[in-house]
């Protein structure tokens, strides 16, 4: 299904990639989008270098998505005060493996990044996750 997305000859900018985002989670089912709450999803061109240090991670290309927070199956009802939970997307390791790829558009990795990510939201496994992707795509 083509998008607006798709028809530029460069990149998205880092306002324009938060756009396709915001478009990607628009376009989930309303069943899924309401059990998100108030998860925030962010744009960033790489993840911070704590975040990668953490992790474990050398090279920031290897990291397009990440979810940080509590997830669903953790929380509580008295969890309150806390970080918001968050999904960052992140745009310069997407484009790379978007050119890399070569076998699919932009937006459909985004939004598939995106429901990864808030998979772990659900305290899904990525092996859950790419489970439920696989029949979706």
């Known amino acids: 299904m083509p998008h607006e997305f798709e028809s530029d000859l460069y990149p998205p900018d880092l306002e324009e990639f938060e756009a396709m985002a915001e478009a990607a989670f628009a376009a989930l ?3 899924f989008r309401s059990r998100c709450g108030g998860l925030l999803i962010r744009v960033a061109d790489f993840a911070e270098d704590d975040v990668l240090e953490e992790m474990g991670i050398e090279d920031a290309f290897q990291l397009t ?7 669903l199956t953790q929380k509580s009802v008295v969890d309150s005060g806390g970080l918001p ?12 493996e978007w050119a890399e790829r070569g076998d699919t558009g932009l937006y459909e990795l985004v939004s598939h990044v995106l429901v990864h990510e808030i998979g772990h939201h659900f305290g899904l496994s990525d092996e859950e996750i790419d489970a439920i992707l ?4």
């Open 134 to 137: 696989s029949r979706v795509h």
């Open 65 to 71: 998505g990440l979810y940080s927070g509590v997830d």
């Open 29 to 31: 089912p309303e069943a």
């Open 85 to 96: 939970d968050e999904v960052w997307l992140y745009r310069r390791p997407i484009l790379d």
